[in-house]
């Protein structure tokens, strides 16, 4: 059993943060906010049970935050509101099984929490929080290696990531179930 456990405090002086918003070109546009800082704790696991099974989890919850902030639309300042796209909250944990010297089986998934898309604190703004499964199985012969791995094995609805353009939330989708497969060969 090995864990790992870091707390940080990150505490910004005109932070150069984005707005929610995009350029006519498609970038995202960003200023400089006074005062921010993101706060919390992480932690890493990693737990062989017996010699072929390992887990595996990490969790990183903190608190983010920006003192005040002017949106140039509308004029409006907002005083303590949470930084656009950076959620509270973040689970992985992964299952490896060594099934055999040569066939492993791995399964694992991700939780994300719900991430504003604009620094006003507007719940009308955010992605909503996910959880999404992966597995994947690898057989592997010498150098060679022949793996499947399918990614958000459930087909849950995730957003990556998104902008705002003040009246409407607009978002980037994650694939559905995705499957690949992947041959390696060594020399």
Do not use: C
């Not at 504003?116 to 499964?133: H, K, S």
């Amino acid at each position: 059993l090995t864990a790992t456990v870091n707390v940080f405090d990150m505490r910004f002086r005109n932070e150069i943060t984005p707005v929610g918003e995009l350029s006519y070109i498609g970038l995202p546009l960003r200023k400089n906010v006074r005062s921010s800082y993101r706060r919390g704790i992480e932690a890493d696991v990693t737990w062989r049970l017996i010699p072929w099974l390992t887990a595996a989890a990490n969790a990183t919850f903190s608190r983010n935050r920006i003192a005040e902030y002017t949106d140039d639309a509308s004029g409006a300042t907002y005083r303590d509101v949470e930084p656009l796209l950076t959620p509270a909250v973040l689970v992985n944990h992964a299952l490896d099984w060594q099934m055999t010297p040569a066939l492993s089986m791995s399964v694992g998934g991700r939780y994300v929490g719900r991430s504003f898309l604009a620094n006003t604190g507007d719940r009308a703004f955010t992605t909503p929080a996910a959880y999404l499964a992966d597995a994947g199985l690898a057989w592997r012969r010498g150098r060679h290696e022949l793996a499947l791995h399918v990614m958000n094995v459930g087909s849950a609805r995730f957003y990556a990531a998104g902008y705002t353009d003040g009246t409407t939330p607009y978002y980037f989708v994650t694939a559905p179930r995705a499957i690949f497969v992947t041959a390696t060969v060594g020399f």
